[in-house]
């Protein structure tokens, strides 16, 4: 089967949740016996990029901005119908948009060629992919336009009118690419729920079809943490506010002794101004930026006592804690969406944007470090292997292939 992979960007340019996913099931299913190519945007000056890693084809679309207020791009429709004449895929299966244009599946069923949509994230439903406005409050399912144009208006310092008319023509497209795709996949139960109550989303209907959990390439020996001794937090991704590194902050610093306290951020920093709020915060617990992260850096996690990622936002995956939990580390998660059906017994729930919260529970691993050590030991929920995971998109990809012909 000749398979197409569509998204926003792709390794080496970005090494972010989507990105790795696509990365490991495309070398699954080139190893599988199948021809794969990774169709991704990238800066103009990036477009030299190789054109295969490791027998996956990659086509590189050079993205100026050039769209539309709905995110349409002529050039890239134009580029696209070029490379399907070029290397007609059997099925296209698009994980993003953003970057390249919002009717890919249009371009692609118009020249008959069978599409299935994973959604990553929400940004179907919102320009800033996580429906968060300030980095920390979840918007409502039934936030109306008029807030959603306001939001967008301020970001993009364009007048409320113009970002109502944007949203009302992105949505209705990015609804009809759903509709027009052979199939939609979502990650999780969360996922799925949050976006079925989402009011305009139009009653796409959705299949949540699961991902593996990723390989890493070092396992950390479990550490010799005694009461008394410090604790050592990693957590990684890239900087920003809603991602909850605040939380964290906060809540070592209300710790009894938070001078036993070692905070590790691998990523890249993309809010500048809140890592200096960060590193002005934290007085007496150690807080270090350790900076970007490939696969290789998992080596540098070991002997980690406990991995935290309370994110703020919404999250449909959460693919940093399905690499600490591949490593065997504990994880502590924030309650909102998917991660907490999927850390089982090694993991810890608490409030998202509650540092009192936190701190409660960091001080129990402070005081008591066998607790720690059971979480270690402790199982996460099952997941699919790889392998599953590529049958179970085989079948998809059969099934959308010998459906009957829908009008385009």
Wanted: overall charge negative.
């Amino acid at each position: 089967m000749r398979i197409w992979h569509l998204l926003h960007s792709f390794p080496p340019n970005s090494f972010g949740g989507t990105e790795t996913y696509v990365a490991t099931l495309a070398q699954a299913q080139r190893e599988a016996g199948h021809r794969v190519r990774v169709v991704s945007s990238c800066a103009p000056e990036a477009a030299e990029r190789p054109g295969e890693i490791d027998g996956v084809g990659i086509s590189w679309w050079p993205d100026r901005g050039e769209r539309s207020p709905a995110g349409e791009s002529v050039g890239c429709r134009t580029w696209m119908r070029h490379a399907i004449a070029t290397d007609r895929p059997d099925v296209a299966h698009v994980h993003h948009w953003h970057g390249l244009t919002s009717d890919l599946v249009a371009v692609l069923t118009e020249a008959g060629v069978e599409t299935v949509v994973t959604l990553h994230d929400y940004y179907i439903t919102c320009p800033m992919f996580f429906r968060v406005r300030d980095g920390q409050t979840v918007c409502a399912p039934d936030t109306p336009m008029h807030t959603c144009s306001e939001c967008v208006a301020e970001r993009y310092a364009v007048s409320a009118a113009f970002a109502r008319h944007a949203l009302h023509v992105r949505g209705a497209m990015l609804r009809g690419e759903c509709r027009r795709a052979g199939r939609v996949l979502v990650l999780s139960d969360a996922q799925r729920d949050h976006l079925g109550a989402i009011a305009g989303f139009g009653g796409v209907a959705c299949d949540v079809l699961p991902l593996p959990r990723p390989a890493v390439h070092a396992r950390p020996a479990p550490p010799d943490s005694d009461a008394g001794g410090p604790i050592r937090i990693v957590t990684w991704g890239g900087l920003d506010r809603g991602k909850g590194l605040a939380t964290v902050v906060a809540a070592c610093e209300g710790l009894r002794t938070p001078e036993r306290v070692v905070v590790e951020h691998y990523g890249r920093v993309l809010d500048e101004a809140l890592r200096a709020e960060l590193s002005a915060a934290a007085r007496r617990a150690r807080l270090e930026f350790r900076g970007p992260y490939t696969a290789e850096a998992h080596a540098r996690f070991a002997g980690a006592d406990v991995a935290v990622f309370v994110s703020n936002y919404e999250e449909t995956h959460g693919f940093v804690v399905d690499e600490a939990l591949a490593l065997g580390l504990p994880v502590i998660v924030s309650d909102r969406g998917a991660p907490p059906s999927r850390v089982g017994d090694r993991g810890l729930v608490v409030p998202a944007a509650d540092p009192p919260a936190l701190c409660a529970v960091l001080q129990r691993c402070l005081d008591d470090p066998a607790h720690l050590r059971a979480r270690r030991r402790a199982d996460p929920a099952p997941s699919p292997t790889v392998a599953e995971h590529v049958r179970a998109l085989e079948a998809i990809y059969t099934e959308v292939l010998d459906a009957e012909p829908r009008p385009r």
